[in-house]
């Protein structure tokens, strides 16, 4: 026993001096004496959890769970390691099992925090964020996931002074990250930039952070930091940060011109994601014909109800002006751009405004079968709810949820006053920018992965909309996005007369607004219209035949 003991406080020391390979010597010494030691195999998986080889750390993991079911460091361990797998739905029931045993566990709060800040579930990250900081207010990794429950909960300001005064005391790569997307958000993109610089720094191999980094203006490494991160790349074995620094790649060589690298790191990206999600285009086909079912007959809707603000939905696929769109509205003094709300998804009771996993049949089939008169009622109650805890002074929001154009039916029966803005724009274009951004949730948005599944998606989103254009006419105001950034004033002008909104010269310089934007556009409102963005496919014109393809497409 003493030797048992001898040998797991050495291993323990090297462990904690980051020399790995010394470590798991030690570990193995130590089951040779005892296979079942509890200590030694969860800390051999926690090196294989390291290293990346996320199936090997489970096994120990789980093995190690045998021998100690009344703790709560095994369930916490495999939680983390489908976290980093992205299969959020374990990696939460994990983490649930954790706080189960012991609901104080700081690990298993703050890694179910980031959990929730990554599922953009505001108010469960900013809970059990809370919950941390208040047991452990000293505790790193708390004021950490602190900083990011604040940030996605848009208190930018507060999350910045936080993740400042932590990096003064406690360097970290995750720190330095979040503060990279809290400037980011801010507008501030020169600290954004350094941020995410830091970060990188001490953490090289981390897929997401480099990706970050890759993406600012700012960032124009050398030819041999480019073999570097090409070294960096050939290393990694874990498949989503290998697809993360792909995109990375592809923004770093799409900067230099040099298109056919650049490509080759785009798809390379896409093949791994498309592989983890393996969309079914047959499952929303489904879904979106069961949401028109529901709304066939009921295209008169309700003129007389009152709400509590005026409200502006602006809808679309992503990446196809929306963020622009709100920009130019949210610089009217009259206006509170909210951003991405996803309080009509949860108001109709939808768990996503996707069908992948059929998770939103049960409610489809309620809503065809049922009187929906007093469940428009509920779904205005609880989205009003919801606005009212933002404690906006502004009388009139917009919500630029892209996606709540699957939703329109249920916007004109609930909020019949609202102005609905569609945003169109080039398919190519449109197509080509959503294959080369990542998503929060990458299940959600699992179409945009292969091109001949991206492009069927644009098509049935098109026979949605009009569908929705046929059933509510020209109360739906469909803009175009090469006719605005052709036309700025002109469009800008009819804008606002659509949204009932007088005039005003800022919204031609929405540029300039100060407002924190969280979209992937956000660096690019930054800045005047530009039309570097118009036929951007051209330059991988010979690589998107499967996507014209899909898309029907004729120049």
């Not at 200590?39 to 959890?49: N, V």
């Not at 959990?115 to 941390?132: Q, R």
């Not at 951003?339 to 409610?363: C, H, P, R, V």
Request: hydrophobic residues 35%; aromatic residues 12%; glycine residues 4%.
């Amino acid at each position: 026993m003493k030797k048992i003991n001898d040998l797991l406080i050495k291993a323990v020391q090297l462990h904690q001096q980051n020399r790995l390979n010394d470590a798991e010597k030690k570990y193995k010494k130590v089951l040779v004496l005892n296979l079942n030691e509890p200590t030694a195999l969860r800390h051999l998986g926690m090196i294989y959890h390291t290293r990346g080889l996320f199936e090997k750390s489970l096994n120990f993991f789980y093995k190690a769970l045998e021998q100690s079911k009344t703790k709560p460091d095994c369930y916490n361990n495999i939680g983390s390691v489908y976290f980093d797998q992205g299969q959020d739905a374990l990696a939460e029931e994990w983490f649930n099992k954790s706080l189960y045993v012991n609901d104080k566990y700081i690990p298993a709060l703050n890694n179910i925090a980031q959990l929730y800040a990554k599922k953009l579930d505001k108010e469960n990250a900013l809970i059990f964020a809370e919950k941390a900081k208040n047991i452990q207010p000293s505790n790193p990794f708390s004021i950490n996931a602190y900083g990011l429950a604040l940030l996605i909960n848009n208190r930018v300001d507060d999350s910045i002074q936080v993740l400042e005064n932590l990096i003064v005391s406690h360097e970290s790569a995750d720190a330095y990250s979040n503060l990279g997307a809290a400037y980011r958000d801010k507008g501030d993109l020169k600290k954004s930039f350094k941020n995410y610089e830091k970060a990188y720094s001490l953490k090289p191999l981390d897929g997401q952070i480099f990706r970050n980094l890759s993406h600012s203006k700012f960032y124009d490494p050398s030819i041999d930091e480019i073999k570097e991160l090409e070294s960096y790349f050939i290393k990694i074995t874990n498949d989503e940060q290998k697809a993360m620094y792909s995109f990375g790649l592809h923004n770093v060589y799409e900067k230099n011109n040099d298109y056919e690298k650049s490509f080759f790191y785009l798809d390379k990206a896409n093949l791994i994601l498309d592989t983890q999600t393996q969309f079914d285009l047959d499952k929303e086909v489904i879904f979106f014909d069961k949401i028109k079912k529901i709304f066939i007959n009921k295209s008169k809707e309700n003129k007389t109800q009152k709400d509590i603000k005026k409200k502006i939905f602006i809808v679309g696929m992503p990446r196809s002006g929306t963020t622009l769109v709100e920009q130019i509205l949210a610089s009217h003094s009259k206006v509170y751009g909210c951003g991405e709300l996803d309080y009509l998804t949860k108001a109709t009771s939808f768990n996503t405004l996707s069908n992948q996993g059929n998770e939103n049949d049960k409610i489809l089939e309620s809503y065809i079968h049922d009187d929906n008169s007093q469940i428009f009622e509920k779904i205005k109650d609880e989205y009003n709810s919801s606005i009212q805890k933002l404690e906006i002074k502004e009388n009139i929001i917009t919500d630029k949820m892209p996606h709540n154009f699957v939703l329109i039916g249920f916007i004109k029966n609930t909020f019949p006053q609202a102005k609905i803005v569609y945003c169109d724009r080039d398919p190519l274009d449109t197509c080509l920018s959503l294959y080369k951004r990542t998503f929060v949730h990458k299940y959600f948005h699992s179409y945009v992965y292969d091109q001949k599944k991206l492009g069927e998606y644009y098509l049935l989103h098109k026979k949605l909309m009009d569908f929705w254009i046929n059933l509510y006419g020209s109360s739906i105001y469909q803009i175009k996005y090469e006719d605005l950034i052709d036309d700025q004033e002109k469009n800008t002008r009819d804008l606002l007369a659509y949204c009932d909104l007088e005039w005003e010269d800022q919204c031609m310089e929405f540029y300039k607004s100060k407002r924190n934007v969280k979209t992937a556009s956000n660096e690019q409102v930054r800045q005047p219209i530009y039309k570097d963005s118009l036929k951007s496919w051209k330059k991988y014109d010979t690589k998107l035949d499967d996507l014209k393809k899909a898309l029907n497409y004729n120049e």
